[in-house]
């Protein structure tokens, strides 16, 4: 899926990263007052290529679908998406940090894209730990020592984990909404109305029409999501297409219904897990630098960026994008979050 095989697509993506890096100086420098202001709201153009090529490696549990351009001996940038999104979120990220000398690899996660469970006895598990373990062990089929690690929704709390439970492996860190990192026994408290209703399609998916009901209406589903999420986000039809094609993976249904109701409590992980999941309980602190970022106009629950200063020990900045900038924030503000990259390497 989205895979660059022909020799028109591979010619149209460096086309892009040609052009991208030629205007790569005036782009950055435009973000560089990122912490204030974002790229004016427009609709990705059509005419955008996919990301790639998708290369395929087997690591752990998963045989992988990743992307990895740039110079190989460069420094190493990890970017994770989140749902219901893809690889695509960071399709104009990706050529502006090539065009600074990184090496950038952006991997599907586990019941996305091309990337899939070896076998058919492996759980279909999406606990955190989970997806962390994962990106380690990507990092280690692909012998990447260390990685500046950078992601939102799912993604961001996995480059959070990452961040906590291998410190030595990430060179820095920027998480959209910051601290993400979360319990079972967190999630089994409630929340004041207004909170909970945001979390709609949690208690959704935690029944059995629910998941039947995200099967059989995926794209629509996800769809409607992102527009709740990005409600200023004027993306257009082929835009969402090029992501939606990733959820027809096979684990996509039971990966996403086993996050959420794992998080509730409804669903039980892998044991091999627990040691991780006790010390993500204890909410540690990160203590490697770290730039958050929030989107002005996000419509999904995140929390708010004072309650979670505290958990930045390390060189910190946090960075609030206007201009009606929503969840999705690299897709939708590309060139603040590549400015984040790499001024967080800076402070590194």
Not at 85 to 111: C, K, M, N, Q
Not at 323 to 334: D, F, M, S, V, Y
Request: include cysteine; glycine fraction near 8%; proline fraction near 7%.
């Amino acid at each position: 899926m989205d895979i660059a095989t022909t020799d028109a697509i591979d010619t149209g993506r460096r086309n892009f990263v040609t052009a991208a890096a030629a205007g790569a100086t005036a782009l950055l420098g435009g973000a560089a007052n990122a912490r204030t202001a974002s790229p004016p709201r427009r609709a990705v153009a059509r005419s955008a290529p996919a990301l790639g090529p998708v290369k395929q490696i087997d690591a752990g549990d998963l045989n992988v679908g990743y992307v990895d351009v740039g110079p190989a001996n460069g420094p190493v940038v990890m970017l994770f998406h989140g749902w219901p999104y893809d690889i695509h979120s960071f399709a104009e990220v990706v050529p502006l940090l090539v065009a600074r000398g990184y090496r950038v690899v952006v991997p599907h996660l586990r019941g996305y894209g091309t990337t899939l469970l070896r076998s058919p006895e492996i759980v279909r598990n999406a606990q955190p730990t989970a997806l962390a373990t994962d990106a380690i062990t990507l990092m280690d089929a692909l012998r990447i020592k260390q990685a500046i690690v950078a992601g939102f929704d799912w993604g961001g709390r996995t480059a959070d984990i990452l961040a906590v439970l291998w410190p030595e492996r990430c060179k820095a860190l920027v998480s959209v909404s910051g601290y993400l990192i979360g319990s079972r026994a967190a999630g089994a408290k409630p929340l004041p109305p207004r909170q909970e209703l945001q979390w709609w399609y949690q208690f959704y998916f935690a029944t059995e029409r629910g998941k039947n009901g995200y099967a059989a209406n995926t794209n629509a589903f996800n769809r409607q999501i992102w527009e709740l999420a990005s409600p200023k986000w004027a993306f257009d039809d082929a835009t969402y297409q090029r992501s939606a094609a990733s959820f027809a993976n096979p684990d996509h249904v039971d990966i996403v219904i086993h996050n959420y109701r794992w998080r509730l409590g409804l669903a039980e992980g892998e044991a091999k897990y627990d040691a991780a999941e006790a010390k993500l309980a204890a909410a540690p602190a990160v203590s490697i630098p770290a730039i958050t970022m929030e989107g002005d106009a996000n419509g999904a629950p995140h929390p708010e960026a004072a309650n979670y200063r505290a958990k930045f020990t390390g060189p910190y900045a946090h960075r609030r994008i206007t201009g009606g900038i929503g969840h999705n924030l690299p897709q939708e503000a590309p060139a603040a979050f590549a400015r984040a990259v790499l001024d967080v390497a800076r402070l590194a």
